[in-house]
């Protein structure tokens, strides 16, 4: 059993790796036939090889302080599809949830032999849908803030790409967030400075190929979008364009 999981975090997974992939990115319409849950909880009076336990579909292993619990994912209210945004990564999770996961695990392994089968199996079903559903929860609202955080950090940017001081810091400052979470803001490219570069070089591209824009000079057009001097400009325009400003511009206004 994968121990690799921290504290105070959950990690969802799907059983079938190849079926998971598939359904993950969209190429299939089937679902694994099992989700797995796995966490930290602190379960006492365990042997050392730990505790296997099987109710039907439903099983809960527990090792070495790692918990992990497998339903049918075709039993879950949750459809797969809803699970995407949890899905093999870490998921923080409530601290009052991790100890309801622990007192309930260390009830089930206490005495399963007492247990009648089919409850044992709807009780483990219900506290996967709890954890699920709150870490969903948790995830989505998270999601929704960085998103809206890196809305307003491009719109910052967008509206003071002329201003050739603009920096991460500025950047912060302006949103009252660290610099290290702005960062975190931008994970699927060149970080700040390259959006900063790449925005810059779409506003000249307007401004280039705009017709009312035809009397501006190239040096007006490179400060306006936020260079210090239109050498500079020309560099960065030809290494991202593969095209000198000048001739951009009669290539697109013929």
Same mark, same amino acid.
């Given at each position: 059993?994968? &121990?690799?999981?921290?504290?105070?975090?959950?990690?969802? %997974?799907?059983?079938?790796?190849? /079926?998971?992939?598939?359904?993950?990115?969209? %190429?299939?319409?089937?679902?694994?036939?099992?989700?797995?849950?796995?966490?930290?909880?602190?379960?006492?009076?365990?042997?050392?090889?730990?505790?296997?336990?099987?109710?039907?579909? $439903?099983?809960?292993?527990?090792?070495?302080?790692?918990?992990?619990?497998?339903? &049918?994912?075709?039993?879950?209210?949750?459809?797969?599809?809803?699970?995407?945004?949890?899905?093999?990564?870490?998921?923080?999770?409530?601290?009052?949830?991790?100890?309801?996961?622990? =007192?309930?695990?260390?009830?089930?392994?206490?005495?399963?032999? =007492?247990?009648?089968?089919?409850?044992?199996?709807?009780?483990?079903?219900?506290? #996967?849908?709890?954890?699920?559903? #709150?870490?969903?929860?948790?995830?989505?609202?998270?999601?929704? /803030?960085?998103?809206? *955080?890196?809305?307003?950090?491009?719109?910052?940017? *967008?509206?003071?790409? /002329?201003?050739? #001081?603009?920096?991460?810091? @500025?950047?912060?400052?302006?949103?009252?967030?660290? %610099?290290?979470?702005?960062?975190?803001?931008?994970?699927?490219?060149?970080?700040?400075?390259? @959006?900063?570069?790449?925005? *810059?070089?779409?506003?000249?591209?307007?401004?280039? #190929?705009?017709?009312?824009?035809?009397?501006?000079?190239?040096?007006?057009?490179? *400060?306006? $979008?936020?260079?210090?001097?239109?050498?500079?400009? =020309? @560099?960065?325009?030809?290494?991202?364009?593969?095209?000198?400003?000048?001739?951009?511009?009669? %290539?697109?206004?013929?």
């Amino acid at each position: 059993m994968d &121990a690799q999981v921290a504290p105070g975090q959950l990690v969802v %997974r799907a059983s079938g790796a190849a /079926a998971a992939r598939l359904a993950i990115e969209g %190429r299939s319409r089937s679902e694994p036939p099992q989700v797995q849950v796995l966490l930290r909880a602190t379960v006492p009076r365990l042997p050392p090889q730990g505790v296997a336990l099987a109710f039907g579909e $439903c099983s809960v292993r527990v090792r070495g302080g790692v918990v992990l619990i497998s339903v &049918a994912a075709g039993k879950l209210s949750v459809g797969f599809g809803e699970l995407r945004p949890l899905l093999f990564q870490p998921v923080p999770l409530d601290r009052g949830l991790q100890s309801l996961v622990s =007192s309930s695990v260390a009830h089930l392994v206490a005495a399963p032999e =007492s247990l009648d089968q089919h409850g044992a199996r709807a009780f483990l079903l219900g506290l #996967t849908e709890l954890v699920l559903r #709150t870490a969903l929860r948790t995830e989505l609202d998270r999601a929704d /803030a960085l998103a809206t *955080r890196r809305r307003a950090a491009i719109d910052h940017i *967008r509206d003071h790409l /002329a201003d050739p #001081t603009l920096t991460a810091d @500025r950047i912060a400052d302006a949103l009252f967030i660290s %610099r290290r979470r702005l960062y975190q803001l931008f994970t699927d490219g060149d970080g700040i400075s390259g @959006r900063i570069r790449t925005m *810059r070089i779409d506003r000249a591209k307007e401004l280039l #190929t705009d017709p009312t824009q035809g009397s501006r000079t190239i040096a007006e057009i490179s *400060r306006h $979008c936020g260079f210090t001097n239109a050498a500079h400009f =020309s @560099r960065t325009f030809h290494k991202s364009t593969g095209h000198s400003p000048r001739d951009y511009r009669d %290539r697109h206004t013929r």
